[in-house]
């Protein structure tokens, strides 16, 4: 059984930092994608960053630049680091992991490939 709790999330104004954390207790699987994804109110969920086995990432263009994604796979955590945060970064973040060998799956970072969730934390930026 493969659990996902995130932490780090928080208030903050723009221009600020935030590093959000996912533990994945239960994921042994060797090949798969790791990703962050967000849902502000009103809208569909989205993806973020990801980060498949190999250690190769993938980011949002809208993040681009101002998010770096990273994984410590001896202790199955994976980390969001959001810098220069902006007002339209507000949103409940998500820490999501699939086991695949496919790296164009962490590419496309579209929500219904991940089948490992977290329960979500609180980004909000203030203006």
């Known amino acids: 059984q493969v659990q996902s709790v995130e932490s780090g999330g928080g208030s903050v104004q723009a221009g600020g930092s935030l590093r959000l954390s996912c533990g994945a207790s239960?994921?042994?699987?060797?090949?798969?994608?790791m990703g962050w994804f967000r849902q502000a109110p009103g809208k569909e969920r989205e993806g973020v960053a990801g980060?498949?086995?190999?250690?190769?990432?993938y980011y949002a263009d809208s993040v681009k630049g101002r998010f770096t994604i990273a994984q410590d796979k001896t202790t199955n955590t994976m980390y969001l680091q959001m810098s220069s945060l902006k007002f339209e970064d507000t949103a409940v973040y998500y820490c999501?992991?699939?086991?695949?060998?496919?790296?164009?799956?962490?590419?496309?970072?579209?929500?219904?490939?991940?089948?490992?969730w977290g329960q979500g934390t609180q980004v909000t930026v203030s203006s």
């Open positions: 980060i498949a086995s190999d250690g190769t990432t």
């Open positions: 239960g994921y042994t699987y060797r090949h798969g994608c």
């Open positions: 999501a992991a699939v086991p695949t060998l496919y790296t164009s799956t962490c590419a496309r970072l579209t929500q219904a490939d991940f089948n490992y």
